[in-house]
């Protein structure tokens, strides 16, 4: 059992541990609402998640809205510290340290009503169509890596909508929820459109803070992030800042078993 100095020293060494890790976060993503955004208050709810649980343990973040592969180039040299909301997958946690997962994204292909497709079987399947997708994402290991699909690379997911509106590609490869928030905001342009939600999900992903392991102190970073980030889940702060930012809570990540 610890002496009354061994409980002393312990405490001033923590202390000075908690002072030494405080700093400023410098969090960097691209606009993708209705997750996360410039134009969307406090940032949107990811962003707003991130910022508190920073806060709470005791840190200052900030961020930076920038193209999706200019983000991941800004934390992989050192010159920011945390991607915000990245999904995994197994290259890029060769250089990243992974958060808890923080919401769920359904990503599927969505077609315009005239494709007269609603499911597949298998992604053989859609070898005939054009599918747009944007450089740098993760949709699913097998769409991913299925080199025999005709797949049409764009820079972000609103030219990819754009093409799908124009009739330049047949499908595209999105999250549900940012297809429905952009098209949305673009139907007075084409009203007459109508789309097809198509069977079954490519994946359904979670959103996760990323943090270059070539950062020194990532792991502590990430640490204290996911503890505070717990907090929240259990004090109810996390599905009170969905509800703030109009989020389902079907995207809310489920308390384990």
């Known amino acids: 059992m610890p002496s009354p100095l061994q409980h002393f020293l312990l405490s001033i060494l923590s202390l000075g541990a908690v002072c030494a890790e405080a700093r400023e976060i410098k969090m960097v993503t691209l606009n993708w ?10 940032g949107g709810p990811l962003t707003e ?11 200052t973040a900030s961020i930076e809205f920038l193209p999706w592969t200019r983000a991941l180039e800004e934390v992989k040299k050192q010159r920011a510290d945390i991607v915000l909301g990245a999904y995994y997958n197994h290259e890029r946690a060769r250089h990243y340290h992974y958060s808890q997962p923080m919401l769920k ?31 740098n994402f993760v949709n699913s290991p097998a769409f991913d890596n299925a080199g025999y699909l005709q797949k049409d690379v764009a820079k972000n997911q609103i030219l990819n909508i754009r093409k799908l509106q124009r009739d330049r ?12 928030y952009e098209d949305g905001k673009m139907h007075d342009q084409h009203p007459e459109q109508s789309h097809v939600f198509i069977k079954p999900l490519l994946s359904q992903q979670a959103l996760h803070l990323m943090m270059a ?21 259990n004090d109810g702060t996390y599905l009170k800042i969905l509800k703030k930012h109009k989020l389902d809570h079907s995207s809310a990540i489920p308390d384990p078993p």
């Open 33 to 42: 609402p209705p997750f996360y955004g410039e134009k969307l208050p406090d």
């Open 49 to 59: 998640l991130a910022t508190e649980a920073f806060r709470r343990a005791g840190h």
């Open 105 to 135: 994204v359904n990503v599927g292909l969505v077609a315009n009503s005239e494709a007269r497709l609603t499911q597949y079987s298998s992604l053989r399947d859609l070898t005939a169509y054009r599918i747009g997708v944007c450089k």
């Open 169 to 180: 590609v047949d499908m595209i490869a999105v999250s549900f929820e940012v297809f429905r």
């Open 213 to 233: 392991k070539s950062i020194p102190d990532h792991q502590s970073i990430i640490n204290d992030f996911n503890k505070a980030f717990q907090e929240m889940r």
